[in-house]
Structure formats: C-alpha cells, structure tokens
C-alpha cells in the first residue's frame, strides 16, 4: 500500500511563511497528480493547489500569488510553499496523491498537518 507523510505545518504570524512537504512511500508503480487540500473548523475541505506528473499546476483563486506546489519525482515527494499567509489560511492541510500499486490506481490522503495563522 501506500504511506503518506506531512510535515511543516505549524504556527505563524501573519505575512509569514511555511514549506509544506508530503512523502510518498510503499510499493508504487507511479505517482500521477498530487495535491494539497486544506479544511478550516465547520467548512468543506477544499482544493488548495496540484501539480501533474508533467509539471501542470492549478490554483485555488485564494491562494494564486501567493503558494506554490512543486514536486520532486525522485523522491515521490510534494510540496507547498506558502508565503504571505492570512489567518483565513488556518486550517489542516492535507496531502493527496494518485497512485499506481500492484492493486491498481487509487487516490490516497495524508493525515493531516495543521497551519494557524495568527499573532
């Protein structure tokens, strides 16, 4: 199967910065899109950024400017930098990731790592 890891949440300061990473790892054949979703208390968890295996890479409106998702393919590794983050940025981002193992392709989600930002 396939393991997700997260790592680079925590708190920040309005204006502030923080790298998210997500790990993939497990018996994957491939790896197409992977992307972060995030989920602030009482809302729908919503798409924040993907990239493609190709390179392409989509945007939520809120976010253009200022994150930017990037993968490393060697490392079957995603990230998000997030710059001039605002306290509507709080939430738990979570990692997905499309993956082909010996059972198939299957889309698998991360645990969660939580962002608050606030002074």
């Known amino acids: 199967q396939v393991q997700l890891v997260e790592s680079g949440g925590g708190l920040v300061q309005p204006g502030g910065s923080l790298r998210l990473s997500c790990a993939a790892s497990g018996s994957i054949f491939s790896i197409s899109a992977m992307g972060w979703y995030r989920q602030a208390p009482d809302k729908q968890r919503e798409l924040v950024a993907t990239?493609?295996?190709?390179?392409?890479?989509n945007y939520a409106n809120s976010v253009k400017g200022r994150f930017t998702i990037s993968r490393d393919n060697s490392k079957n590794t995603a990230y998000l930098q997030m710059n001039s983050l605002k306290p509507e940025d709080t939430a738990v981002y979570y990692c997905?990731?499309?993956?082909?193992?010996?059972?198939?392709?299957?889309?698998?989600w991360g645990q969660g790592t939580q962002v608050t930002v606030s002074s």
């Open positions: 997905k990731v499309g993956a082909t193992t010996y059972r198939g392709f299957s889309d698998y």
């Open positions: 990239i493609s295996s190709s390179g392409i890479v």
